[in-house]
T-cell receptor, first 115, second 114 residues
Framework: DGGITQSPKYLFRKEGQNVTLSCEQNLNHDAMYWYRQDPGQGLRLIYY???????QKGDIAEGYSVSREKKESFPLTVTSAQKNPTAFYLCASSISGRTATDTQYFGPGTRLTVL | AQSVAQPEDQVNVAEGNPLTVKCTYS??????LFWYVQYPNRGLQFLLK??????LVKGSYGFEAEFNKSQTSFHLKKPSALVSDSALYFC????????????FGKGTRLSVIA
């Protein structure tokens, strides 16, 4: 899991509440990503950011929001508009937002459960 | 659309036997291909990647993968499986050009039986 930290490891949320997942990296990477993992569905991209103060929607951005105010931080907010938020959330980063050969490195994940 | 397919949800192999986890891809142009492993309740760990050159790529923990352009495949292999190799394995592709996010397959669960 290297220099990427995600907190908390487990998170419980009541329906109708917004919740923010933290992702921090000390690798000096430009690009950061959020994926959602559900059993049998692999990883699906929520949002990504190739540079500070810029981010793009992924395949399943509805009900989520992000910010990228600092290079080392890329928090994800799960809003009440997300209909089925219970999942395992993975943050990743890569050195550059411009080079196709770069490897993405992953954090340890946050498991979100909606009660 | 760029995609990868992992045709097997589950692979069972006896300890000491060779293992293969299959992956096929669909991209326009030349692909950049990756393999990751995930242990329970953990993040993904990078194993290896194919960029260009030798079709046989060697990676971490004794794993290797063979790129086959004609069959659009990138199968993960290991000559002798260990019980500790039991995990979830993901194949991923990055479509060219530029550093767009990886597109992942649905994963294959490998069980190595002692």
């Amino acid at each position: 899991d290297g220099g990427i930290t995600q907190s908390p490891k487990y998170l419980f949320r009541k329906e109708g509440q917004n919740v923010t997942l933290s992702c921090e990296q000390n690798l000096n990477h430009d690009a950061m990503y959020w994926y959602r993992q559900d059993p049998g569905q692999g990883l699906r991209l929520i949002y990504y950011s190739q540079i500070v103060n810029d981010f793009q929607k992924g395949d399943i951005a509805e009900g989520y929001s992000v910010s990228r105010e600092k290079k080392e931080s890329f928090p994800l907010t799960v809003t009440s508009a997300q209909k089925n938020p219970t999942a395992f959330y993975l943050c990743a980063s890569s050195i550059s937002g411009r080079t196709a050969t770069d490897t993405q490195y992953f954090g340890p994940g946050t498991r979100l459960t909606v009660l | 659309a760029q995609s990868v397919a992992q045709p097997e949800d589950q692979v069972n192999v006896a300890e000491g036997n060779p293992l293969t986890v299959k992956c096929t891809y669909s991209v326009s142009g030349n692909p950049y291909l990756f393999w990751y492993v995930q242990y329970p309740n953990r993040g993904l760990q990078f194993l290896l990647k194919y960029i260009t050159g030798d079709n046989l790529v060697k990676g971490s923990y004794g794993f290797e993968a063979e790129f086959n352009k004609s069959q659009t495949s990138f199968h993960l292999k290991k000559p002798s499986a260990l019980v500790s190799d039991s995990a979830l394995y993901f194949c991923a592709v990055r479509p060219q050009p530029g550093n767009t996010p990886l597109v992942f397959g649905k994963g294959t669960r490998l069980s190595v039986i002692a």
